[in-house]
């Protein structure tokens, strides 16, 4: 009998836990998604280490606009892939026939 009861107790915790989970959980996921909204739009995060800070290879990417010019300046250029590869170094293309 005490088995039975504990099972049953067990059951109904799951149950609970279950229905709490639903509908508690987006509540909580609205209530963060509001303080990050409100935190951005004021301005209060971390400029080093905000959630939408993009780190770079290590190297400062400088995109400020120049007042007087209206010019974008960039500091940072990828660069140029190298002109050997590609298909023309891939290797050697056999023409290919479905045979029925």
Same mark, same amino acid.
């Given at each position: 009998?005490?088995? /039975? &009861?504990? #099972?049953?107790? /067990?059951? !109904?915790?799951?149950?609970?836990?279950? +229905?709490?989970?639903? /509908? /508690? +959980? @987006?509540? !909580?996921?609205?209530?963060?998604?509001? &303080?990050?909204?409100? &935190? %951005?739009?004021?301005?209060?995060?971390? %400029?080093?280490?905000?959630?939408?800070?993009?780190?770079?290879?290590?190297?400062?990417?400088? %995109?400020?606009?120049?007042?007087?010019?209206? &010019?974008?300046?960039? !500091?940072? #250029? @990828? @660069?140029?892939?190298? !002109?050997?590869?590609? @298909?023309? %170094?891939?290797?050697?293309?056999?023409?290919?026939?479905?045979?029925?």
């Amino acid at each position: 009998m005490e088995f /039975l &009861k504990v #099972v049953v107790i /067990l059951v !109904a915790c799951y149950y609970a836990f279950k +229905l709490g989970v639903r /509908l /508690l +959980l @987006p509540y !909580a996921m609205k209530k963060m998604a509001e &303080k990050i909204m409100k &935190k %951005t739009q004021q301005g209060n995060f971390n %400029t080093q280490n905000g959630p939408f800070q993009y780190q770079g290879f290590g190297q400062q990417q400088d %995109t400020r606009q120049d007042k007087g010019t209206g &010019k974008v300046k960039v !500091a940072y #250029v @990828p @660069p140029k892939e190298d !002109a050997r590869s590609g @298909p023309a %170094t891939a290797g050697e293309f056999v023409d290919f026939e479905e045979v029925k």
